[in-house]
Nanobody, 117 residues
Framework: QVQLVESGGGLVQPGGSLRLSCAAS????????MGWYRQAPGKERELVAA???????NYADSVKGRFTISRDNGKNTVYLQMNSLKPEDTAVYYC???????????WGQGTQVTVSS
């Protein structure tokens, strides 16, 4: 059973930084992509950033230049470094692992990020 556990969320002032982590466990994953999504109240879940098994990254336009996604394959962990945070970044952030061969996806439970003064 694949499990994803996120950590690192919290309350931060505008302009501040947070680093989210997501650790995967529960099996061998083969080649897989990992991504961060977020969902604000009353809005649909959206992709924030993703990283392929080969390290290719892509970002939502709203976070380019401020957020950085990275991964440690030895630890089956993905990170999201968030800098210059804005109130509109407030949301529940979810981690997702996608197996490249089957397309099967697994979600974490989410971690709250609140940007407020």
């Amino acid at each position: 059973q694949v499990q994803l556990v996120e950590s690192g969320g919290g309350l931060v002032q505008p302009g501040g930084s947070l680093r989210l982590s997501c650790a995967a466990s529960g099996g061998t994953f083969g080649s897989y992509a990992m991504g961060w999504y977020r969902q604000a109240p009353g809005k649909e879940r959206e992709l924030v950033a993703a990283i392929s098994s080969g390290g290719i990254t892509n970002y939502a336009d709203s976070v380019k230049g401020r957020f950085t996604i990275s991964r440690d394959n030895g630890k089956n962990t993905v990170y999201l470094q968030m800098n210059s945070l804005k109130p509109e970044d407030t949301a529940v952030y979810y981690c997702k692992l996608t197996r490249m061969v089957t397309g099967q996806g697994y979600w974490g439970q989410g971690t709250q990020v609140t940007v407020s003064s």
